[in-house]
């Protein structure tokens, strides 16, 4: 653990999902675990979607995760935790619908926080840390 | 470390604490790292608490995570980093006052996030990563 | 890593950085990985800055978040992950901006959260996750 294999860190980027609009990655990889980048629900060819449903919204972002897990040779079930910022906690309901939709079985750690206002005024963000078998020295 | 028992996760799920109200684990553990959802004041035995003062709700919240980490066979002293969502940053005093009598010696990383608003009316939640021995590899 | 070194938990504290306001360290080293408590722009001499522009507000909070990297022996291009909190979304520019010049060509995780307010009226709040080699097993 203690080589400098341990200390490897690995940024991951993929075409499938939105591209960084600022100064980040997509996602980082290190020591077994992968800190994936607020996902807003752009689409991965840049177009955006803030006119549309919160249901929409929702699946456009999760579709942005799931992507740069896959480049990361991950899978949903690979989720430790979530970390979901919604504006209009009314969405709640539908938002735990889609997510349960999309994640299937796996039941990562989670936590909903409303914000008042997100990016080009979009409804939803979703972060997360999942498990990285690559970058495990 | 790359073996594949460093890559098992472990679900934990205690009625001492707020069942999970919806796709989520209470916690998960990986690697040494335990990653807690978002605690609400919503009582072990399912009940709300809403109509609480801050301090009641704030109690409440840190007896979940309390319970969590004990039935992960942790303690508050293996807390790493605890993030603590609010509603009224004018309560932040009193969050510290009642956070620093339940964690006692043990300082651990913080952020407190004000927020418009949280599920059910409640005044706080409060996420958090903490030491977990028993899915060291 | 199942050893008893594995467990160690290390606290940093800088007088470099803003002393904690509360029951919080400023950081947090366990397993190779530096948790950073939410800084927000109060200067290490303890002087405050709500009064001051957004753009300078960022480079006090980003000051501190190096100031407690450093006490880590840690440097910006270990960041993993960065949550930002800001009051104000129109700051997104400014806040990136600030943030690239700050960090160079290293570009971590990232998620900005909007939130309605923040502890003595600050605009902005910066936590973190970083590679700790130190801490390591």
Redesign the interface.
Known sequence: ??GED??L?E?IHTCAAAA?G???????G????L????QLPVRADGSHSADQSFDVQASIALDNLLAILAQANCQPGDL????V?IVG?EH?PEL?KR??RC?GEH?????????????HGYLI?I?A?A?H?RS??
Chains 1, 2, 3 share one sequence.
């Open positions: 653990m203690a341990a200390m860190m940024r960084p600022g100064h980040y990655a997509q996602a980082v290190y020591q077994g675990m800190f994936i980048s607020g430790l935790k979530v970390t910022y906690i709640w735990d997510y349960a994640l039941r990562p750690a989670r936590a909903v926080v409303p914000v008042p206002a997100l990016h963000e972060d840390i498990r078998p495990c020295s």
